[in-house]
Each structure stands twice: as structure tokens, then as C-alpha cells.
């Protein structure tokens, strides 16, 4: 198989259900998830500070428009439910990847650390922190 430019990870239909691949160009399709777990130690998406904030939604809205220089001008922190949504990558030790599908480092889209995804409920694996919601 010749490998595509911009092919990400996996060619279709990828590893995760939430996150499908564009068959033409093999990049994820973020639009639809509808949020981003930041809570503790998992908010330091792109290096920076514990805990949601502007760099976390930046980094969402990254990922939801496939755009490495967009930037969040609305978002809301609230607690995580019981829905899709992206979270931190799996731990490299015990007890595992606790339902996360790891798609790595998209560094075309701006974003430097490796991106997981829950494909159903990040309240479920990461509990009720605190994650960013984009807004329309």
C-alpha cells in the first residue's frame, strides 16, 4: 500500500468508532466528539498548565477542525459524561489503557502529545472531572 501525504495512523476505517477516517484523505474526523477530559495531570495537553483552560480548548478545537492554528474563542469547562470524547493517552503500565484507543502524536494538527479517544464514555474511565466542551 503506497502511503499517502498527511495519512495518519491507520488507513480506513481506523482503530476507534467515534473518530472515523476520511477514506480520501486518512485524516481522523474529530467534529462530532463533544469533549476534551483536562482534568488533573490530563490538562496538560501541548505542555501546558494542570487543569482546563484556554491551551486545552485550543488543542480541542485543533482536533475538531483539523486546522493546527485555530484557537477556542467560546468553550465551557464542565464535568465529564457519558459520551465519546477525547482523553489522555493510555498509561504504558498496568492496569492499561482503561478503554482509550491511542491514535498518537498529530503534530499536523498542532498538537504535540499523543491523542487518545474514549469511543463511548469518558465519565466511565476517567470519572467526573472536569473536561472542555466547545461552543458554537
Known amino acids: 500500500m503506497q502511503t499517502q501525504v498527511n495519512e495518519e495512523n491507520d488507513p480506513p476505517p481506523g482503530p476507534s468508532t467515534s473518530v472515523p477516517l476520511d477514506p480520501v484523505t486518512c485524516r481522523y474526523n474529530f467534529s ?9 495531570t490530563c490538562g496538560n495537553w501541548n505542555n501546558g498548565a494542570n487543569g482546563c483552560d484556554q491551551t486545552d480548548a485550543d488543542v480541542f478545537c485543533k482536533l475538531k477542525t483539523d486546522n493546527p492554528l485555530s484557537t477556542a474563542t467560546s468553550f465551557t469547562v464542565a464535568i ?23 491514535l498518537g502524536v498529530l503534530s499536523t494538527r498542532g498538537v504535540v502529545t499523543n491523542v487518545a479517544v474514549h469511543d463511548t464514555s469518558v465519565l466511565s474511565t476517567h470519572g467526573s472531572g472536569n473536561v472542555v466542551r466547545t461552543n458554537p
Do not use: S
Open 32 to 40: 462530532a466528539l463533544p469533549q476534551l477530559y483536562c482534568e488533573g
Open 80 to 102: 465529564a459524561t457519558a459520551e465519546p470524547g477525547v482523553c489522555c493517552p493510555p498509561p504504558p503500565w498496568a492496569p492499561g489503557p482503561g478503554g482509550g484507543v491511542n
